[in-house]
């Protein structure tokens, strides 16, 4: 179970074993509820017509090899793919898996005449196999209809002339043409010589990212503005989020801790168990009066079904992969179920800026305009002078001031390297950039830039200096509920950025984060995570995953706000926050937290049941009905459970 989300090819039932960890691959998506339940519904049915021929219905014919032939046929359905299973372990090398405990159990309840239990223990195993792969399935359905949000259809050209096809049909090399405010559905390489894509479900990245012909662009992205044309570079099955869906959906092989203790215990539990149902049936000859080997034998058979590890070896796997599907239905992709434990017990929340607790998107703050000039007919000209470059803080300039005023004429425009942009209006200079292009023309000005916390855009006409206006990235509107939810969880923050001290202080302070550091390289936030390790404490870093892939790889688990659109963010980040939404970090936290009590909650359950009807069956005292409720009932119990976390609100 612990590998279901294997993508290899799957037959109806693909089972891996390794010691007694095993996969229900069960094609079920596939397959109506019905059909599934089928061959334990034909067996229950023939169960009961035989126990009520057996009890309460008068007959002289239902007797002898008439009775054992009835109830094998109920016994099969249910009983021979186990008993498959049970063969196939054994040639893999792994005698003692559950699959053969409950043959050996059932098997040797038919041989002392314990038919209508046989096929009882048998039936309620087979059913809570249906229900764990049930459960897994709900678990899958949920983080693919999250990820895979590609359209279905396409357009390509065909000879100049645009055709709607099928995604999945598209071959690479075939030109795809993206109208406006459509998304991209296969990766590509742009052939219009430049174009702008909203990218925020692949790289978090709100602000539009503008590409140039012979650019890379990605399923997912959403074309902007004019009509684009793409060439198409991977197969669908290739492209970054098919990637990404397989890494979800193979998740459970990163092991958690508890997960591996359980497999290990396995392994060496189901032996000692078998070895003790022998010692059960044969050494009472030696000590007791009147040995009846029938009695001892079916004392034994009711040790080995109870002694079955299914609770265990299902549902802790169950319970982890649930942890995933709720991160997955939250927009949180956990890579394993072993950062599900790290995040239960995490110390502290190491956090970029731009992009993580800010959203990436530069806006007009305050305008400072000289008091002889006319304010609006000088926003207006930066307005058109910013318009000839794709720079963000032309994007908020624009947003600021509104619509472009194109009776406005602009000669010899200019745009210098690091500094800003000049051109000239009415034959006189328009200059708008730092403070820096103020220096170069020698314009003098009486702004300290040290008490400004926001990026500062100068504006001088005709040699005077005009003013400044200032542009900051917002904070995002999540940001401060999420470091109250950090501090509520006790979990310390601390914020670095390469971004000026005098900002990331100016943050901090606003969303009430302990620590924060700025001006830094990332060798300093390296150095800076470390120091919290060299503590030992726990440290969890959000950032991009890419730019920051030395401090991701030392932290203890690293997360990605958005970061879908990388390879480098996929390979980098354990736990990637798609709708690049901070409030998912304390919720993310919140659900390694309640994965991690379900596993416990289900483990003490299991052991305790287990052992009450262990003792009372090694002392004759339970049948094969305290039995099947030890192993099948407590089985189902811990499944349940075990899917509650699916339901469960971490808002």
Same mark, same amino acid.
Not at 633 to 648: P, S
């Given at each position: 179970?612990?590998?279901?989300?294997?993508?290899?090819?799957?037959?109806?039932?693909?089972?891996?074993?390794?010691?007694?960890?095993?996969?229900?691959?069960?094609?079920?998506?596939?397959?109506?509820?019905?059909?599934?339940?089928?061959?334990?519904?034909?067996?229950?049915?023939?169960?009961?017509?035989?126990?009520?021929?057996?009890?309460?219905?008068?007959?002289?014919?239902?007797?002898?090899?008439?009775?054992?032939?009835?109830?094998?046929?109920?016994?099969?359905?249910?009983?021979?793919?186990?008993?498959?299973?049970?063969?196939?372990?054994?040639?893999?090398?792994?005698?003692?898996?559950?699959?053969?405990?409950?043959?050996?159990?059932?098997?040797?309840?038919?041989?002392?005449?314990?038919?209508?239990?046989?096929?009882?223990?048998?039936?309620?195993?087979?059913?809570?196999?249906?229900?764990?792969?049930?459960?897994?399935?709900?678990?899958?359905?949920?983080? !693919?209809?999250?990820?895979?949000?590609?359209?279905?259809?396409?357009?390509?050209?065909?000879?100049?002339?645009?055709?709607?096809?099928?995604?999945?049909?598209?071959?690479?090399?075939?030109?795809?043409?993206?109208?406006?405010?459509?998304?991209?559905?296969?990766?590509?390489?742009?052939?219009?010589?430049?174009?702008?894509?909203?990218?925020?479900?692949?790289?978090?990245?709100?602000?539009?990212?503008?590409?140039?012909?012979?650019?890379?662009?990605?399923?997912?992205?959403?074309?902007?503005?004019?009509?684009?044309?793409?060439?198409?570079?991977?197969?669908?099955?290739?492209?970054?989020?098919? &990637?990404?869906?397989?890494?979800?959906?193979?998740?459970?092989?990163?092991?958690?801790?508890?997960?591996?203790?359980?497999?290990?215990?396995?392994?060496?539990?189901?032996?000692?168990?078998?070895?003790?149902?022998?010692?059960?049936?044969?050494?009472?000859?030696?000590?007791?009066?009147?040995?009846?080997?029938?009695?001892?034998?079916?004392?034994?058979?009711?040790?080995?079904?109870?002694?079955?590890?299914?609770?265990? *070896?299902?549902?802790?796997?169950?319970?982890?992969?649930?942890?995933?599907?709720?991160?997955?239905?939250?927009?949180?992709?956990?890579?394993?179920?072993?950062?599900?434990?790290?995040?239960?017990?995490?110390?502290?929340?190491?956090?970029?800026?731009?992009?993580?607790?800010?959203?990436?998107?530069?806006?007009?703050?305050?305008?400072?305009?000289?008091?002889?000039?006319?304010?609006?007919?000088?926003?207006?000209?930066?307005?058109?002078?910013?318009? !000839?470059?794709?720079?963000?803080?032309?994007?908020?300039?624009?947003?600021?001031?509104?619509?472009?005023?194109?009776?406005?004429?602009?000669?010899?425009?200019?745009?210098?390297?690091?500094?800003?942009?000049?051109? !000239?209006?009415?034959?006189?200079?328009?200059?708008?950039?730092?403070?820096?292009?103020?220096?170069?023309?020698?314009?003098?000005?009486?702004?300290?830039?040290?008490?400004?916390?926001?990026?500062?855009?100068?504006?001088?006409?005709?040699? &005077?200096?005009?003013?400044?206006?200032?542009?900051?990235?917002?904070?995002?509107?999540?940001?401060?509920?999420?470091?109250?939810?950090?501090?509520?969880?006790?979990?310390?923050?601390?914020?670095?950025?390469?971004?000026?001290?005098?900002?990331?202080?100016?943050?901090?302070?606003?969303?009430?984060?302990?620590?924060?550091?700025?001006?830094?390289?990332?060798?300093?936030?390296?150095?800076?995570?470390?120091?919290?390790?060299? &503590?030992?404490?726990?440290?969890?870093?959000?950032?991009?995953?890419?730019?920051?892939?030395?401090?991701?790889?030392?932290?203890?688990? @690293?997360?990605?706000? @958005?970061?879908?659109?990388?390879?480098?963010?996929?390979?980098?980040?354990?736990? *990637?926050?798609?709708?690049?939404?901070?409030?998912?970090?304390?919720?993310?936290?919140?659900?390694?937290?309640?994965?991690?009590?379900?596993?416990?909650?289900?483990?003490?359950?299991?052991?305790? *049941?287990?052992?009450?009807?262990?003792?009372?069956?090694?002392?004759?005292?339970?049948?094969?009905?305290?039995?099947?409720?030890?192993? *099948? @009932?407590?089985?189902?119990?811990?499944?349940?459970?075990?899917?509650?976390?699916?339901?469960?609100?971490?808002?």
């Amino acid at each position: 179970m612990e590998e279901c989300c294997s993508t290899k090819p799957k037959k109806e039932h693909n089972h891996h074993h390794e010691g007694h960890d095993h996969e229900h691959s069960h094609d079920v998506e596939n397959q109506s509820v019905f059909r599934m339940f089928l061959p334990a519904i034909v067996s229950f049915v023939l169960l009961l017509i035989g126990i009520s021929l057996d009890n309460f219905i008068q007959n002289t014919w239902f007797i002898g090899w008439i009775r054992l032939v009835f109830y094998l046929i109920a016994y099969i359905p249910v009983g021979f793919p186990v008993l498959k299973e049970a063969f196939e372990s054994i040639k893999n090398g792994d005698v003692f898996s559950e699959f053969f405990l409950m043959g050996i159990a059932t098997v040797g309840a038919f041989a002392i005449g314990e038919y209508p239990e046989g096929v009882a223990v048998m039936l309620f195993y087979s059913m809570g196999e249906v229900f764990q792969a049930m459960a897994v399935t709900k678990a899958k359905t949920n983080i !693919k209809t999250l990820l895979d949000q590609r359209p279905d259809e396409v357009t390509v050209l065909e000879n100049g002339q645009p055709k709607v096809v099928k995604a999945k049909s598209v071959n690479v090399g075939e030109i795809i043409q993206l109208k406006s405010g459509e998304k991209l559905g296969l990766d590509g390489e742009l052939l219009s010589e430049k174009a702008s894509f909203n990218t925020s479900a692949l790289t978090g990245e709100s602000k539009p990212n503008t590409k140039v012909k012979g650019e890379t662009v990605l399923a997912g992205m959403i074309n902007l503005n004019s009509v684009s044309q793409v060439k198409v570079t991977a197969a669908y099955k290739d492209s970054k989020l098919s &990637k990404i869906l397989e890494l979800v959906q193979n998740a459970t092989a990163q092991k958690a801790p508890t997960e591996l203790f359980i497999r290990k215990f396995a392994k060496i539990y189901t032996p000692i168990v078998v070895f003790l149902a022998i010692g059960i049936t044969f050494l009472p000859y030696l000590f007791v009066e009147n040995y009846e080997f029938k009695s001892w034998l079916y004392r034994a058979l009711v040790f080995l079904v109870i002694s079955c590890p299914c609770a265990l *070896v299902i549902s802790i796997p169950l319970g982890y992969f649930g942890g995933i599907g709720a991160g997955s239905r939250n927009g949180i992709l956990i890579k394993g179920s072993n950062f599900l434990d790290i995040l239960a017990n995490i110390q502290n929340v190491v956090m970029d800026k731009t992009g993580t607790m800010t959203e990436g998107v530069f806006k007009v703050q305050e305008v400072h305009f000289n008091d002889d000039f006319n304010k609006d007919e000088i926003l207006k000209w930066v307005n058109v002078l910013e318009s !000839k470059t794709t720079h963000p803080i032309a994007t908020a300039i624009h947003d600021f001031v509104g619509e472009i005023d194109h009776s406005i004429h602009l000669e010899n425009v200019e745009e210098i390297a690091g500094q800003g942009l000049k051109a !000239k209006i009415n034959g006189k200079e328009l200059l708008v950039g730092n403070l820096k292009l103020m220096k170069q023309f020698n314009i003098s000005y009486d702004v300290n830039a040290e008490n400004i916390v926001y990026t500062l855009i100068a504006v001088s006409y005709d040699k &005077k200096f005009v003013g400044y206006l200032t542009i900051a990235d917002s904070i995002k509107e999540d940001a401060p509920q999420t470091i109250n939810k950090l501090k509520s969880l006790n979990v310390k923050t601390t914020m670095l950025s390469g971004d000026k001290t005098s900002v990331v202080d100016f943050v901090a302070q606003k969303l009430g984060i302990e620590n924060a550091y700025g001006d830094l390289l990332p060798e300093d936030k390296v150095n800076k995570v470390k120091e919290l390790k060299s &503590k030992n404490q726990s440290v969890a870093f959000v950032g991009d995953g890419i730019n920051d892939a030395p401090v991701v790889a030392l932290s203890d688990v @690293g997360i990605a706000m @958005g970061g879908l659109g990388s390879d480098a963010t996929i390979e980098t980040a354990d736990i *990637v926050i798609q709708d690049d939404k901070p409030i998912k970090i304390p919720m993310a936290i919140n659900i390694g937290k309640q994965t991690k009590k379900i596993v416990w909650q289900n483990i003490i359950l299991a052991f305790a *049941v287990k052992g009450i009807v262990l003792a009372l069956g090694a002392g004759g005292l339970a049948t094969m009905w305290e039995a099947v409720f030890a192993d *099948v @009932g407590v089985a189902l119990l811990a499944i349940l459970n075990a899917v509650r976390i699916q339901r469960m609100k971490f808002d």
